[in-house]
Nanobody, 115 residues
Framework: QVQLVESGGGLVQAGGSLRLSCAASTSIFSTYAMGWYRQAPEKQRELVARITAYGSTNYVDSVKGRFTISRDNAKNTVYLQMNSLKPEDTAGYYC?????????WGQGTQVTVSS
């Protein structure tokens, strides 16, 4: 079981930036696809960004051009750089690791964007 620990959330004004980190406790991190999801109160959890083991990325339309997902396999860490934040980006952000049919989730980190 992979342990995932997110960090970097917080309170920021609209237009500001945050960088989320997700550290994984596995020696084979490079073989995992990694994703960032978010869940706002009374809404379903949605995929924000994903990066494959090969480095291919995809994003939900609402964050394209503002968010960037990246990974550092030497540090077993995936990042989400969030720029031009909007109040509607306010949510709990969760990291997910996927390998084959196995998924693991982190505990989440809160991002709050004030207007």
């Amino acid at each position: 079981q992979v342990q995932l620990v997110e960090s970097g959330g917080g309170l920021v004004q609209a237009g500001g930036s945050l960088r989320l980190s997700c550290a994984a406790s596995t020696s084979i991190f490079s073989t995992y696809a990694m994703g960032w999801y978010r869940q706002a109160p009374e809404k379903q959890r949605e995929l924000v960004a994903r990066i494959t083991a090969y480095g291919s990325t995809n994003y939900v339309d609402s964050v394209k051009g503002r968010f960037t997902i990246s990974r550092d396999n030497a540090k077993n860490t995936v990042y989400l750089q969030m720029n031009s934040l909007k109040p509607e980006d306010t949510a709990g952000y969760y990291c997910k690791a996927t390998r084959g049919y196995s998924d693991c989730w982190g505990q989440g980190t809160q991002v709050t964007v004030s207007s």
